[in-house]
Protein backbone atom coordinates (compact mmCIF):
# COMPACT_ATOMS: atom_id res chain seq x y z
CA UNK A 1 0.00 0.00 0.00
CA UNK A 2 1.32 3.00 -0.89
CA UNK A 3 -0.05 4.54 2.53
CA UNK A 4 0.23 2.70 5.77
CA UNK A 5 -3.49 1.62 6.89
CA UNK A 6 -2.89 0.33 10.16
CA UNK A 7 -4.00 2.62 12.61
CA UNK A 8 -1.24 3.44 15.45
CA UNK A 9 -3.39 1.41 18.20
CA UNK A 10 -4.39 -1.80 16.42
CA UNK A 11 -1.64 -3.79 18.18
CA UNK A 12 -3.55 -2.74 21.22
CA UNK A 13 -6.78 -4.95 20.34
CA UNK A 14 -6.03 -7.96 22.77
CA UNK A 15 -8.65 -9.84 24.17
CA UNK A 16 -7.50 -12.61 25.53
CA UNK A 17 -11.21 -14.08 26.77
CA UNK A 18 -11.76 -15.15 23.51
CA UNK A 19 -7.91 -15.03 21.83
CA UNK A 20 -7.48 -18.32 23.96
CA UNK A 21 -9.88 -19.87 22.01
CA UNK A 22 -7.63 -20.34 18.85
CA UNK A 23 -4.93 -22.17 21.06
CA UNK A 24 -7.95 -24.31 22.97
CA UNK A 25 -9.13 -25.19 19.04
CA UNK A 26 -6.20 -26.36 18.48
CA UNK A 27 -6.05 -28.93 21.57
CA UNK A 28 -9.42 -29.55 20.56
CA UNK A 29 -8.11 -30.73 17.46
CA UNK A 30 -5.63 -33.07 18.84
CA UNK A 31 -8.71 -35.27 20.11
CA UNK A 32 -9.02 -33.24 23.69
CA UNK A 33 -13.18 -31.84 24.15
CA UNK A 34 -12.90 -28.74 25.62
CA UNK A 35 -14.59 -27.21 28.28
CA UNK A 36 -14.92 -23.72 28.35
CA UNK A 37 -14.30 -21.92 31.26
CA UNK A 38 -13.48 -18.64 29.33
CA UNK A 39 -16.59 -16.33 28.87
CA UNK A 40 -18.82 -14.79 30.54
CA UNK A 41 -21.76 -16.08 28.63
CA UNK A 42 -24.49 -17.73 31.59
CA UNK A 43 -26.97 -18.99 28.53
CA UNK A 44 -24.15 -21.02 26.69
CA UNK A 45 -22.99 -22.29 30.64
CA UNK A 46 -26.73 -23.92 30.89
CA UNK A 47 -28.61 -20.66 32.35
CA UNK A 48 -32.23 -20.58 30.63
CA UNK A 49 -34.33 -17.20 30.41
CA UNK A 50 -37.27 -17.50 32.67
CA UNK A 51 -40.55 -18.69 30.42
CA UNK A 52 -42.22 -15.20 31.51
CA UNK A 53 -39.60 -13.00 30.25
CA UNK A 54 -39.50 -15.17 26.92
CA UNK A 55 -43.22 -14.70 26.73
CA UNK A 56 -42.44 -10.83 26.75
CA UNK A 57 -40.01 -11.13 24.68
CA UNK A 58 -42.47 -13.11 22.25
CA UNK A 59 -45.14 -10.19 22.73
CA UNK A 60 -43.14 -7.71 21.76
CA UNK A 61 -41.68 -9.51 18.82
CA UNK A 62 -45.17 -9.83 17.40
CA UNK A 63 -45.44 -6.11 17.29
CA UNK A 64 -44.88 -4.51 13.66
CA UNK A 65 -43.13 -1.35 15.40
CA UNK A 66 -40.55 -3.85 16.86
CA UNK A 67 -39.20 -4.19 13.37
CA UNK A 68 -38.91 -0.48 12.64
CA UNK A 69 -35.80 2.00 13.40
CA UNK A 70 -36.24 3.93 16.49
CA UNK A 71 -34.41 7.52 17.53
CA UNK A 72 -30.33 7.30 17.52
CA UNK A 73 -30.24 7.55 21.81
CA UNK A 74 -33.00 4.68 22.15
CA UNK A 75 -36.89 3.86 22.31
CA UNK A 76 -38.04 7.57 24.29
CA UNK A 77 -40.30 5.34 26.13
CA UNK A 78 -37.17 3.13 27.54
CA UNK A 79 -35.41 6.32 28.26
CA UNK A 80 -37.82 7.86 30.36
CA UNK A 81 -38.18 4.48 32.53
CA UNK A 82 -34.28 4.55 32.85
CA UNK A 83 -34.32 7.94 33.28
CA UNK A 84 -36.58 7.35 36.19
CA UNK A 85 -34.72 4.89 37.54
CA UNK A 86 -31.71 7.16 37.97
CA UNK A 87 -33.68 9.47 39.84
CA UNK A 88 -35.62 6.83 42.07
CA UNK A 89 -31.63 6.27 43.11
CA UNK A 90 -31.35 9.76 44.98
CA UNK A 91 -28.01 11.19 43.93
CA UNK A 92 -27.68 12.86 40.96
CA UNK A 93 -30.43 13.91 38.52
CA UNK A 94 -30.82 12.70 35.09
CA UNK A 95 -33.15 13.47 31.75
CA UNK A 96 -34.01 11.09 28.86
CA UNK A 97 -31.34 13.00 26.85
CA UNK A 98 -28.96 11.54 29.05
CA UNK A 99 -29.81 7.88 28.53
CA UNK A 100 -27.87 6.67 25.37
CA UNK A 101 -28.48 2.70 24.18
CA UNK A 102 -25.77 1.12 22.22
CA UNK A 103 -25.26 -2.38 20.81
CA UNK A 104 -24.54 -4.12 24.18
CA UNK A 105 -21.46 -2.45 26.30
CA UNK A 106 -19.35 -3.61 24.19
CA UNK A 107 -20.15 -0.92 21.32
CA UNK A 108 -20.22 1.65 24.26
CA UNK A 109 -17.03 1.06 25.31
CA UNK A 110 -15.59 1.26 21.35
CA UNK A 111 -17.65 4.55 21.10
CA UNK A 112 -17.09 5.99 24.31
CA UNK A 113 -13.27 5.67 23.68
CA UNK A 114 -13.09 6.34 20.14
CA UNK A 115 -14.82 9.84 20.83
CA UNK A 116 -12.05 11.08 22.89
CA UNK A 117 -9.06 13.11 22.03
CA UNK A 118 -6.64 10.85 21.29
CA UNK A 119 -3.49 12.77 24.28
CA UNK A 120 -7.15 12.34 26.88
CA UNK A 121 -5.88 9.09 28.64
CA UNK A 122 -8.62 7.57 31.03
CA UNK A 123 -6.56 5.25 34.02
CA UNK A 124 -8.55 1.87 34.35
CA UNK A 125 -7.99 -0.87 37.18
CA UNK A 126 -5.40 -3.37 36.56
CA UNK A 127 -5.95 -6.31 36.19
CA UNK A 128 -8.94 -4.84 34.21
CA UNK A 129 -11.92 -6.37 31.63
CA UNK A 130 -9.61 -6.51 28.48
CA UNK A 131 -12.21 -5.06 26.40
CA UNK A 132 -11.87 -1.29 28.28
CA UNK A 133 -8.17 -1.45 28.61
CA UNK A 134 -7.47 -2.59 24.53
CA UNK A 135 -10.01 0.24 23.84
CA UNK A 136 -8.10 2.87 26.12
CA UNK A 137 -5.07 1.66 24.58
CA UNK A 138 -5.96 1.46 21.20
CA UNK A 139 -7.46 5.06 21.08
CA UNK A 140 -4.19 6.00 22.56
CA UNK A 141 -1.51 4.06 20.47
CA UNK A 142 0.02 3.74 23.79
CA UNK A 143 0.03 0.88 27.05
CA UNK A 144 -3.17 1.18 28.60
CA UNK A 145 -2.33 3.20 31.95
CA UNK A 146 -3.87 1.70 35.30
CA UNK A 147 -3.76 1.60 38.98
CA UNK A 148 -3.32 -1.04 41.11
CA UNK A 149 -6.39 -3.40 42.90
CA UNK A 150 -5.02 -5.02 45.71
CA UNK A 151 -5.12 -8.66 46.10
CA UNK A 152 -4.42 -8.14 49.73
CA UNK A 153 -6.92 -6.15 50.41
CA UNK A 154 -10.40 -8.07 48.85
CA UNK A 155 -9.19 -6.36 45.64
CA UNK A 156 -10.02 -3.00 46.25
CA UNK A 157 -8.52 -0.07 44.40
CA UNK A 158 -5.11 1.19 45.83
CA UNK A 159 -6.41 4.78 45.97
CA UNK A 160 -2.98 6.22 46.62
CA UNK A 161 -1.71 4.90 43.82
CA UNK A 162 -4.84 6.34 41.57
CA UNK A 163 -4.33 9.79 43.28
CA UNK A 164 -0.99 9.85 42.52
CA UNK A 165 -0.90 8.54 38.86
CA UNK A 166 -4.00 11.50 38.20
CA UNK A 167 -1.61 14.24 40.19
CA UNK A 168 1.58 13.32 37.99
CA UNK A 169 -0.21 12.98 34.85
CA UNK A 170 -2.01 15.18 33.32
CA UNK A 171 -2.59 13.45 30.11
CA UNK A 172 -5.18 11.66 32.33
CA UNK A 173 -8.77 13.10 31.35
CA UNK A 174 -11.31 10.31 33.10
CA UNK A 175 -10.92 7.66 35.78
CA UNK A 176 -12.62 4.15 34.98
CA UNK A 177 -14.24 1.58 37.55
CA UNK A 178 -15.54 -1.38 37.05
CA UNK A 179 -17.98 -2.11 39.62
CA UNK A 180 -18.61 -5.01 40.82
CA UNK A 181 -15.60 -5.97 38.80
CA UNK A 182 -14.53 -8.65 36.23
CA UNK A 183 -12.47 -10.38 36.77
CA UNK A 184 -12.05 -10.08 41.01
CA UNK A 185 -14.87 -10.18 41.69
CA UNK A 186 -14.45 -7.00 44.15
CA UNK A 187 -17.60 -4.58 45.11
CA UNK A 188 -16.91 -1.17 45.85
CA UNK A 189 -18.05 0.26 49.46
CA UNK A 190 -19.19 3.38 49.31
CA UNK A 191 -16.36 5.55 50.70
CA UNK A 192 -13.93 4.07 47.92
CA UNK A 193 -16.10 5.57 45.05
CA UNK A 194 -16.64 8.39 47.26
CA UNK A 195 -12.51 9.08 46.98
CA UNK A 196 -12.88 8.38 43.18
CA UNK A 197 -15.39 11.40 43.21
CA UNK A 198 -13.21 13.13 45.38
CA UNK A 199 -10.10 12.80 43.15
CA UNK A 200 -12.12 13.47 39.87
CA UNK A 201 -13.16 17.15 41.48
CA UNK A 202 -10.03 17.71 42.83
CA UNK A 203 -8.04 17.33 39.45
CA UNK A 204 -11.03 18.25 36.57
CA UNK A 205 -11.65 14.96 35.05
CA UNK A 206 -14.45 12.67 34.32
CA UNK A 207 -15.38 9.30 35.85
CA UNK A 208 -16.27 6.16 33.57
CA UNK A 209 -18.58 3.24 35.51
CA UNK A 210 -19.02 -0.09 34.48
CA UNK A 211 -22.27 -1.28 36.41
CA UNK A 212 -22.77 -4.24 34.02
CA UNK A 213 -22.92 -6.32 37.38
CA UNK A 214 -25.28 -4.25 39.38
CA UNK A 215 -27.49 -6.58 40.40
CA UNK A 216 -25.39 -9.42 40.73
CA UNK A 217 -23.75 -8.78 44.54
CA UNK A 218 -23.59 -11.46 47.30
CA UNK A 219 -21.51 -12.37 50.42
CA UNK A 220 -22.96 -9.10 52.28
CA UNK A 221 -22.17 -6.84 49.25
CA UNK A 222 -24.34 -3.81 49.05
CA UNK A 223 -24.05 -2.18 45.38
CA UNK A 224 -23.79 1.26 45.34
CA UNK A 225 -23.96 3.44 41.85
CA UNK A 226 -22.07 6.10 40.74
CA UNK A 227 -25.27 8.52 40.27
CA UNK A 228 -25.70 7.80 43.99
CA UNK A 229 -22.32 9.64 44.65
CA UNK A 230 -21.03 11.37 42.07
CA UNK A 231 -22.41 14.91 42.81
CA UNK A 232 -21.83 17.16 40.73
CA UNK A 233 -18.83 15.62 38.97
CA UNK A 234 -19.22 15.22 35.09
CA UNK A 235 -19.42 11.10 34.11
CA UNK A 236 -20.98 7.90 33.05
CA UNK A 237 -22.40 4.65 33.85
CA UNK A 238 -22.44 1.69 31.69
CA UNK A 239 -25.24 -0.97 32.26
CA UNK A 240 -26.59 -3.30 30.25
CA UNK A 241 -29.53 -7.02 30.31
CA UNK A 242 -26.94 -9.06 29.19
CA UNK A 243 -25.62 -11.06 32.50
CA UNK A 244 -29.34 -9.58 34.38
CA UNK A 245 -31.81 -11.81 32.19
CA UNK A 246 -29.36 -13.01 30.90
CA UNK A 247 -29.66 -11.77 27.34
CA UNK A 248 -25.84 -11.27 26.11
CA UNK A 249 -27.12 -12.07 22.49
CA UNK A 250 -29.70 -9.10 22.94
CA UNK A 251 -26.29 -6.87 22.27
CA UNK A 252 -28.19 -4.08 24.05
CA UNK A 253 -26.23 -1.79 26.73
CA UNK A 254 -26.65 2.24 27.26
CA UNK A 255 -24.81 4.52 29.29
CA UNK A 256 -26.38 6.94 31.91
CA UNK A 257 -24.52 10.20 31.65
CA UNK A 258 -24.64 12.44 34.85
CA UNK A 259 -23.94 16.31 34.86
CA UNK A 260 -23.53 17.37 31.45
CA UNK A 261 -24.47 20.57 32.54
CA UNK A 262 -21.75 21.01 34.86
CA UNK A 263 -19.14 21.28 32.01
CA UNK A 264 -19.04 22.12 28.71
CA UNK A 265 -16.21 20.10 27.35
CA UNK A 266 -17.57 17.27 28.46
CA UNK A 267 -20.88 17.94 27.03
CA UNK A 268 -19.33 18.31 23.69
CA UNK A 269 -17.34 15.09 23.68
CA UNK A 270 -20.81 13.50 25.10
CA UNK A 271 -22.58 15.38 22.10
CA UNK A 272 -19.84 13.95 19.37
CA UNK A 273 -20.63 10.13 20.80
CA UNK A 274 -24.05 10.41 20.30
CA UNK A 275 -23.17 11.91 16.72
CA UNK A 276 -20.92 8.96 16.08
CA UNK A 277 -24.31 6.66 17.08
CA UNK A 278 -26.07 9.09 14.74
CA UNK A 279 -23.84 7.72 11.59
CA UNK A 280 -25.43 4.18 12.73
CA UNK A 281 -28.83 5.21 12.94
CA UNK A 282 -29.72 3.46 15.78
CA UNK A 283 -29.49 0.43 18.11
CA UNK A 284 -31.75 -3.22 17.69
CA UNK A 285 -35.01 -1.83 18.55
CA UNK A 286 -36.56 -5.13 20.31
CA UNK A 287 -34.76 -5.72 23.14
CA UNK A 288 -34.63 -1.90 24.34
CA UNK A 289 -38.69 -2.29 24.17
CA UNK A 290 -38.94 -5.14 26.47
CA UNK A 291 -36.83 -3.56 28.93
CA UNK A 292 -39.67 -1.70 31.26
CA UNK A 293 -41.83 -4.34 30.83
CA UNK A 294 -39.76 -6.46 32.31
CA UNK A 295 -37.51 -4.86 34.99
CA UNK A 296 -41.32 -3.86 36.07
CA UNK A 297 -42.91 -7.16 36.26
CA UNK A 298 -43.00 -8.14 40.16
CA UNK A 299 -41.16 -11.56 39.42
CA UNK A 300 -37.82 -9.55 38.60
CA UNK A 301 -37.00 -8.54 41.98
CA UNK A 302 -37.21 -12.23 42.70
CA UNK A 303 -35.26 -13.52 39.66
CA UNK A 304 -32.37 -11.44 40.42
CA UNK A 305 -32.40 -12.50 44.35
CA UNK A 306 -32.16 -15.98 43.08
CA UNK A 307 -29.34 -15.60 41.24
CA UNK A 308 -27.63 -13.86 44.01
CA UNK A 309 -27.89 -16.34 46.05
CA UNK A 310 -27.31 -19.27 43.04
CA UNK A 311 -23.30 -17.16 42.64
CA UNK A 312 -22.60 -16.93 46.16
CA UNK A 313 -23.11 -20.48 46.70
CA UNK A 314 -20.89 -21.03 43.20
CA UNK A 315 -18.43 -17.91 44.89
CA UNK A 316 -18.31 -20.02 47.93
CA UNK A 317 -18.03 -23.73 46.41
CA UNK A 318 -14.93 -21.84 44.62
CA UNK A 319 -12.91 -20.51 47.48
CA UNK A 320 -13.61 -23.11 49.27
CA UNK A 321 -12.10 -25.27 46.35
CA UNK A 322 -8.83 -23.87 46.05
CA UNK A 323 -8.55 -21.72 49.52
CA UNK A 324 -6.00 -24.55 51.04
CA UNK A 325 -3.72 -24.69 47.49
CA UNK A 326 -0.32 -23.82 48.71
CA UNK A 327 1.35 -21.21 46.03
CA UNK A 328 -1.87 -19.24 45.81
CA UNK A 329 -3.98 -16.15 46.91
CA UNK A 330 -7.67 -16.06 46.43
CA UNK A 331 -10.27 -14.09 47.50
CA UNK A 332 -13.84 -14.45 48.43
CA UNK A 333 -15.88 -12.97 45.42
CA UNK A 334 -18.91 -10.53 46.94
CA UNK A 335 -20.06 -9.67 43.05
CA UNK A 336 -19.89 -10.52 39.13
CA UNK A 337 -19.88 -14.29 38.03
CA UNK A 338 -15.75 -14.73 37.78
CA UNK A 339 -13.20 -16.51 40.33
CA UNK A 340 -9.62 -15.27 39.92
CA UNK A 341 -6.21 -17.06 41.59
CA UNK A 342 -3.22 -15.59 41.53
CA UNK A 343 0.02 -17.27 41.90
CA UNK A 344 2.47 -16.75 45.08
CA UNK A 345 5.64 -14.42 43.98
CA UNK A 346 7.73 -16.95 42.50
CA UNK A 347 5.98 -19.85 42.82
CA UNK A 348 5.79 -20.41 39.01
CA UNK A 349 8.74 -21.11 36.87
CA UNK A 350 9.58 -22.55 33.15
CA UNK A 351 10.24 -26.19 34.29
CA UNK A 352 6.78 -26.79 35.05
CA UNK A 353 4.31 -28.70 33.03
CA UNK A 354 1.48 -31.26 33.94
CA UNK A 355 2.44 -34.68 32.15
CA UNK A 356 0.22 -35.76 29.49
CA UNK A 357 0.04 -39.43 27.77
CA UNK A 358 0.55 -38.10 23.86
CA UNK A 359 3.48 -37.44 23.13
CA UNK A 360 2.33 -35.29 19.49
CA UNK A 361 0.32 -33.11 21.69
CA UNK A 362 3.30 -32.62 24.37
CA UNK A 363 5.89 -32.08 21.74
CA UNK A 364 3.10 -29.12 20.50
CA UNK A 365 2.74 -27.62 24.10
CA UNK A 366 6.34 -27.44 24.33
CA UNK A 367 6.27 -25.22 21.57
CA UNK A 368 3.87 -23.76 22.39
CA UNK A 369 4.89 -22.30 25.81
CA UNK A 370 8.19 -21.58 24.55
CA UNK A 371 7.78 -17.40 24.82
CA UNK A 372 4.84 -17.12 26.30
CA UNK A 373 3.91 -15.51 30.07
CA UNK A 374 4.27 -17.83 33.31
CA UNK A 375 0.57 -17.95 33.69
CA UNK A 376 -0.06 -18.57 30.35
CA UNK A 377 2.24 -21.50 30.05
CA UNK A 378 0.36 -22.91 33.35
CA UNK A 379 -3.53 -21.98 31.22
CA UNK A 380 -2.09 -23.89 28.16
CA UNK A 381 -0.65 -26.62 29.84
CA UNK A 382 -4.09 -27.10 32.20
CA UNK A 383 -5.81 -27.36 28.60
CA UNK A 384 -3.50 -30.46 26.76
CA UNK A 385 -3.94 -31.81 30.53
CA UNK A 386 -7.68 -31.93 31.31
CA UNK A 387 -9.52 -29.46 28.39
CA UNK A 388 -10.59 -26.50 30.80
CA UNK A 389 -9.94 -23.50 28.85
CA UNK A 390 -9.54 -20.61 31.05
CA UNK A 391 -7.95 -17.39 30.81
CA UNK A 392 -4.72 -16.32 32.16
CA UNK A 393 -4.49 -13.03 34.39
CA UNK A 394 -2.00 -11.66 32.08
CA UNK A 395 -4.71 -11.22 29.45
CA UNK A 396 -6.80 -8.28 31.77
CA UNK A 397 -3.79 -6.04 31.68
CA UNK A 398 -2.50 -7.22 34.99
CA UNK A 399 1.64 -8.10 35.94
CA UNK A 400 0.03 -10.56 38.76
CA UNK A 401 0.33 -14.32 37.51
CA UNK A 402 -2.91 -15.93 37.76
CA UNK A 403 -5.88 -17.17 35.90
CA UNK A 404 -9.84 -16.33 36.06
CA UNK A 405 -12.67 -18.58 35.86
CA UNK A 406 -16.56 -18.19 35.41
CA UNK A 407 -19.09 -18.96 38.15
CA UNK A 408 -21.27 -20.13 35.43
CA UNK A 409 -21.20 -23.92 34.83
CA UNK A 410 -24.81 -24.66 35.76
CA UNK A 411 -24.73 -28.70 36.07
CA UNK A 412 -23.55 -29.08 40.01
CA UNK A 413 -21.67 -32.77 39.23
CA UNK A 414 -19.25 -30.60 36.22
CA UNK A 415 -19.28 -27.27 38.16
CA UNK A 416 -17.32 -29.76 41.56
CA UNK A 417 -15.43 -31.39 39.04
CA UNK A 418 -13.96 -28.72 36.90
CA UNK A 419 -13.00 -27.34 40.23
CA UNK A 420 -11.38 -30.38 41.77
CA UNK A 421 -9.39 -30.69 38.85
CA UNK A 422 -8.43 -27.34 38.60
CA UNK A 423 -7.47 -26.94 41.85
CA UNK A 424 -5.49 -30.50 41.65
CA UNK A 425 -3.44 -29.24 38.69
CA UNK A 426 -2.33 -26.41 40.59
CA UNK A 427 -0.71 -27.99 42.85
CA UNK A 428 0.46 -30.28 40.65
CA UNK A 429 1.55 -27.88 38.24
CA UNK A 430 3.33 -26.47 41.02
CA UNK A 431 5.61 -29.14 42.44
CA UNK A 432 6.16 -30.64 39.12
CA UNK A 433 8.89 -27.66 38.78
CA UNK A 434 10.70 -29.06 41.59
CA UNK A 435 12.67 -31.60 40.80
CA UNK A 436 14.76 -30.71 37.65
CA UNK A 437 11.59 -30.23 35.69
CA UNK A 438 10.35 -33.40 35.95
CA UNK A 439 6.95 -33.48 35.69
CA UNK A 440 5.39 -35.14 39.21
CA UNK A 441 2.21 -36.31 38.56
CA UNK A 442 -0.02 -37.73 35.57
CA UNK A 443 -2.70 -34.93 35.37
CA UNK A 444 -3.57 -37.15 32.10
CA UNK A 445 -5.72 -39.26 34.19
CA UNK A 446 -7.78 -36.07 35.31
CA UNK A 447 -9.05 -35.70 31.99
CA UNK A 448 -12.61 -36.36 30.71
C1 LIG B 1 -17.35 -5.51 32.94
C2 LIG B 1 -17.98 -5.78 31.60
N1 LIG B 1 -18.35 -4.74 30.84
C3 LIG B 1 -18.94 -4.92 29.65
C4 LIG B 1 -19.17 -6.19 29.16
C5 LIG B 1 -19.78 -6.33 27.79
O1 LIG B 1 -21.14 -6.54 27.92
P1 LIG B 1 -22.14 -6.49 26.69
O2 LIG B 1 -22.65 -7.88 26.52
O3 LIG B 1 -23.21 -5.52 27.10
O4 LIG B 1 -21.37 -6.03 25.49
C6 LIG B 1 -18.80 -7.31 29.91
C7 LIG B 1 -18.99 -8.67 29.39
O5 LIG B 1 -18.56 -9.65 29.92
C8 LIG B 1 -18.19 -7.09 31.17
O6 LIG B 1 -17.80 -8.11 31.94
Same mark, same amino acid.
Given at each position: ????????????????????????????????????????????????????????????????????????????????????????????????????????????????????????????????????????????????????????????????????????????????????????????????????????????????????????????????????????????????????????????????????????? #? &???????? %? +? @? /??? $??? =??????????????????????????????????????????????????????????????????????????????????????????????????????????????????????? #? &???????? %? +? @? /??? $??? =????????????????????????????
Amino acid at each position: MRRNLVHPGAGQLKYEIRQIVLFAQQVADRGIPITWENIGDPVQKGEKLPGWMKEIVASHATADLSYSYVDTQGIPETRAFLADAVNARGGTRVTPSDIIFFNGLGDAVSKVFGALRREARVLGPSPAYSTHSSAEAAHSGYEHLSYRLDPADNWLPDIEDVELKVRYNDSIAGLLLINPDNPTGAVYPREILAEFVRIARTYDIFLLCDETYANITYNGAEFVSLAEVIGDVPGMSLRSISKDLPWPGARCGWAEVFNQDQDEN #F &RSYVRSIV %D +A @K /RLE $VCS =TSLPQSVIPAIFTDERFPLHLESRRRMFEARANEAYEAFRGVDGIRVTRPRGALYFTVVFEEGALNSNQRLRLDDAELEGFIEVSTEEVADDKRFVYCLLAATGICVVPLSGFACDLPG #F &RMTLLESD %D +A @K /RAW $VLQ =TIAGAVSDYLASGTSAGEPSIEAARLRR
